[in-house]
């Protein structure tokens, strides 16, 4: 097992910068997930750690190693691929010692850990089937079998559930976090799903356009997001954003609604007349009112009833805002709305910056 | 939609097939038939029917020059067959032909298609270079070489002597005519094999070669272990198509050498072709035409099962 990290990472394509002087420390045995939209340079990240790409500027050390110019076969690193990327001539067997055989591990020691890793993810049954022969979700744990076998120092995954249905991938989500508990190998874990961000990551490296928008626990940034970005791409359904402005000590909203700014968490927040502010709120931060102060009001447009609870979509001047409200509460398209608000969960951002204000 | 007005929707698409699609409903084998019959009597206007009389003439003494209507003889054009040395040497020769340059293709073929799979910059000249021998006419190519290897104009000789070799008269001794029309079909046919086989490397999924690369194994290595075995099925492919013109060898040793010194280089087909067009021979040439028909039957049919047998 090893630490990670990254100094100054950089990637450029010719004149495309892909990923922007990164810097990260990842501690031994942390299991970290870098999450971001499509092209946010995640995966390029993940490659260059594993040697696959070639790194434009800055370094990458495992353990004590600088491993910039080191072939991967040479950075004791173990990959799984979005596409598993299996042999496909080769039988689960032959696919799971293959990095044993070229290393020279002797055959007992390899039969034995073959075993031990396919009786890991009860894949023992299969060892003399080709990956042709498997389900999806049965080669993605051989895709994890053969990363296991080899003990490496650090295991990286590259989005290995997105190939799956949604069902099968919340049980490989578990049996992935149960893997960590068990080996408590160093993870690096490349994804664009935030749900699996979340539930898997001691910490998480919310990636946008080449650059770290925030590091933290999964609950740092989900109660404390750095941006809007974060705010909007953690936390399913997304948090609300409205526009208000300062007028009177308080926070009015487009339609008039209005906030004491005393009240809020960012009490401290510099109060100049007419500064505006994006306010972001989690659906599920909305209350019943209470004829308190920190009600919004507005027009129901949609309802969502899920069971467990009742999505209320409304309008709030121009912008539209999700609420998740108790199953018994059920508003009717058109109405007219009134709703609390929990004051202390509110989050502030900088219209300009789109920074959050703490 | 109202229930009377999915009703009405069924009751007229039940009224609406037209007698002309009624003779359709024919059930599955029928239709499946009928549909098969243009091809199958295609086929067997040029091929069932050419083949059968092929085999049909040989058991005649057809020769147009004798000025003697067709007598049937049985099996005596077969025992002439068996007792002609010529028949023997050809034969030989396009065995020894296949042997020599459809592995050498094979070869030749793997290299050039892993050259052009290569990340060039641009394609086009790479995959063109390959597209010309192939797009060659096979008599044009055998031209162009008999001139590569004259013996006082040829590049080769040129090329030879420049080397501080002494030239050779390639067209004069068996071996080393032999040896210029090998090296001819060779080039000529490299290029087909090259270009099933890169289209075979195309669908080797690059991520194998980064899991390889995880794994540990070094170039050679993922080789052998990965794109080897990955092109088998595209490999087969193209030796089957290539063993099957090999054994019909024509055009290039026709115009390299015409089979000379001798008949040290003619192949099978030659000797069926001077047979049949040069001495009019019908009856003859079609007993040597079944026995090379039977021979691509025969590889044809191990190829096959060696298909098979892989899936």
């Given at each position: 097992?090893?630490?990670?990290?990254?100094?100054?990472?950089?990637?450029?394509?010719?004149?495309?910068?892909?990923?922007?002087?990164?810097?990260?420390?990842?501690?031994?045995?942390?299991?970290?997930?870098?999450?971001?939209?499509?092209?946010?340079?995640?995966?390029?990240?993940?490659?260059?750690?594993?040697?696959?790409?070639?790194?434009?500027?800055?370094?990458?050390?495992?353990?004590?190693?600088?491993?910039?110019?080191?072939?991967?076969?040479?950075?004791?690193?173990?990959?799984?691929?979005?596409?598993?990327?299996?042999?496909p001539h080769k039988t689960v067997r032959e696919n799971l010692g293959f990095s044993l055989k070229v290393r020279g591990v002797g055959a007992s020691e390899s039969e034995a850990r073959i075993a031990a890793a396919a009786n890991m993810l009860g894949i023992a049954h299969l060892l003399d089937r080709r990956p042709g022969q498997l389900s999806g979700g049965q080669r993605q744990r051989v895709a994890m079998g053969r990363a296991i076998v080899r003990r490496p120092q650090v295991f990286l995954f590259d989005e290995p559930l997105s190939n799956l249905d949604a069902k099968l991938r919340g049980q490989v989500r578990t049996e992935i976090k149960k893997l960590h508990q068990?080996?408590?190998?160093?993870?690096?874990?490349?994804?664009?799903?935030?749900?699996?961000?979340?539930?898997?990551?001691?910490?998480?490296?919310?990636?946008?356009?080449?650059?770290?928008?925030?590091?933290?626990?999964?609950?740092?940034?989900?109660?404390?997001?750095?941006?809007?970005?974060?705010?909007?791409?953690?936390?399913?359904?997304?948090?609300?954003?409205?526009?208000?402005?300062?007028?009177?000590?308080?926070?009015?909203?487009?339609?008039?609604?209005?906030?004491?700014?005393?009240?809020?968490?960012?009490?401290?927040?510099?109060?100049?007349?007419?500064?505006?502010?994006?306010?972001?709120?989690?659906?599920?931060?909305?209350?019943?009112?209470?004829?308190?102060?920190?009600?919004?009001?507005?027009?129901?447009?949609?309802?969502?009833?899920?069971?467990?609870?009742?999505?209320?979509?409304?309008?709030?001047?121009?912008?539209?805002?999700?609420?998740?409200?108790?199953?018994?509460?059920?508003?009717?398209?058109?109405?007219?709305?009134?709703?609390?608000?929990?004051?202390?969960?509110?989050?502030?951002?900088?219209?300009?910056?789109?920074?959050?204000?703490? | 939609?109202?229930?009377?007005?999915?009703?009405?929707?069924?009751?007229?698409?039940?009224?609406?097939?037209?007698?002309?699609?009624?003779?359709?409903?024919?059930?599955?084998?029928?239709?499946?038939?009928?549909?098969?019959?243009?091809?199958?009597?295609?086929?067997?206007?040029?091929?069932?029917?050419?083949?059968?009389?092929?085999a049909y003439t040989s058991f005649f003494n057809l020769s147009l020059t004798s000025g003697m209507p067709a007598e049937f003889v049985g099996l005596d054009n077969y025992r002439l067959m068996f007792d002609d040395p010529v028949f023997w040497e050809t034969t030989w020769n396009t065995v020894l032909i296949t042997l020599i340059t459809v592995p050498g293709a094979l070869v030749v073929g793997l290299a050039l298609a892993l050259m052009a799979n290569l990340p060039f910059r641009t394609q086009w000249p790479v995959r063109l270079s390959l597209l010309i021998p192939w797009a060659l006419p096979l008599s044009f190519a055998g031209l162009i070489f008999a001139w590569f290897?004259?013996?006082?104009?040829?590049?080769?000789?040129?090329?030879?002597?420049?080397?501080?070799?002494?030239?050779?008269?390639?067209?004069?001794?068996?071996?080393?005519?032999?040896?210029?029309?090998?090296?001819?079909?060779?080039?000529?046919?490299?290029?087909?094999?090259?270009?099933?086989?890169?289209?075979?490397?195309?669908?080797?999924?690059?991520?194998?070669?980064?899991?390889?690369?995880?794994?540990?194994?070094?170039?050679?290595?993922?080789?052998?272990?990965?794109?080897?075995?990955?092109?088998?099925?595209?490999?087969?492919?193209?030796?089957?198509?290539?063993?099957?013109?090999?054994?019909?060898?024509?055009?290039?040793?026709?115009?390299?050498?015409?089979?000379?010194?001798?008949?040290?280089?003619?192949?099978?087909?030659?000797?069926?072709?001077?047979?049949?067009?040069?001495?009019?021979?019908?009856?003859?040439?079609?007993?040597?035409?079944?026995?090379?028909?039977?021979?691509?039957?025969?590889?044809?049919?191990?190829?096959?099962?060696?298909?098979?047998?892989?899936?």
């Open positions: 097992m090893a630490s990670v990290s990254l100094r100054k990472l950089d990637k450029s394509y010719g004149a495309l910068r892909i990923v922007k002087d990164i810097d990260l420390e990842i501690a031994d045995g942390e299991f970290v997930v870098l999450v971001g939209p499509s092209g946010c340079g995640k995966s390029t990240t993940l490659r260059m750690v594993a040697g696959l790409e070639s790194i434009t500027g800055g370094e990458v050390r495992i353990g004590d190693r600088v491993v910039n110019s080191l072939p991967p076969r040479e950075r004791d690193i173990a990959m799984v691929f979005q596409d598993y990327a299996l042999y068990a080996l408590g190998t160093t993870i690096i874990y490349v994804t664009h799903d935030q749900v699996e961000a979340m539930t898997l990551a001691d910490r998480i490296v919310i990636l946008r356009g080449g650059n770290i928008e925030q590091v933290g626990t999964p609950d740092e940034v989900y109660n404390k997001p750095a941006s809007i970005f974060v705010g909007g791409f953690v936390g399913s359904p997304a948090m609300n954003f409205a526009r208000a402005k300062t007028a009177g000590g308080n926070l009015v909203f487009a339609n008039g609604d209005h906030l004491a700014l005393s009240a809020l968490d960012a009490g401290g927040v510099s109060a100049a007349e007419g500064r505006e502010f994006i306010v972001g709120i989690r659906p599920e931060h909305f209350v019943p009112a209470s004829s308190s102060a920190a009600d919004l009001s507005g027009q129901v447009q949609v309802v969502e009833p899920l069971g467990s609870d009742t999505l209320v979509h409304f309008a709030l001047g121009d912008a539209t805002l999700t609420a998740r409200m108790p199953p018994q509460m059920r508003p009717r398209a058109g109405e007219r709305l009134t709703i609390g608000l929990d004051p202390s969960k509110i989050h502030l951002f900088d219209a300009a910056t789109e920074r959050a204000i703490h | 939609m109202t229930t009377t007005s999915i009703l009405k929707a069924t009751d007229a698409q039940e009224q609406r097939p037209a007698a002309w699609t009624r003779w359709l409903d024919l059930g599955d084998r029928p239709l499946a038939l009928l549909l098969l019959a243009p091809a199958t009597v295609l086929l067997a206007l040029i091929i069932v029917y050419p083949v059968c009389r092929l290897f004259h013996s006082e104009y040829g590049i080769v000789n040129d090329v030879l002597i420049r080397l501080g070799f002494e030239g050779i008269i390639w067209f004069n001794s068996p071996g080393w005519a032999f040896a210029a029309i090998c090296l001819t079909i060779i080039w000529k046919t490299s290029s087909f094999m090259a270009l099933i086989i890169l289209a075979g490397l195309q669908t080797i999924p690059r991520s194998l070669y980064e899991a390889a690369d995880v794994d540990g194994a070094g170039r050679l290595r993922q080789f052998f272990e990965i794109t080897l075995p990955l092109l088998k099925p595209s490999i087969v492919v193209a030796l089957i198509f290539r063993t099957i013109t090999a054994l019909q060898t024509f055009d290039i040793p026709y115009m390299m050498t015409g089979g000379g010194p001798g008949t040290s280089t003619s192949t099978l087909a030659m000797y069926i072709h001077q047979n049949t067009v040069s001495f009019l021979d019908l009856g003859y040439g079609s007993a040597l035409a079944v026995v090379m028909f039977a021979l691509s039957m025969c590889v044809t049919t191990v190829y096959l099962r060696m298909i098979r047998t892989k899936e």
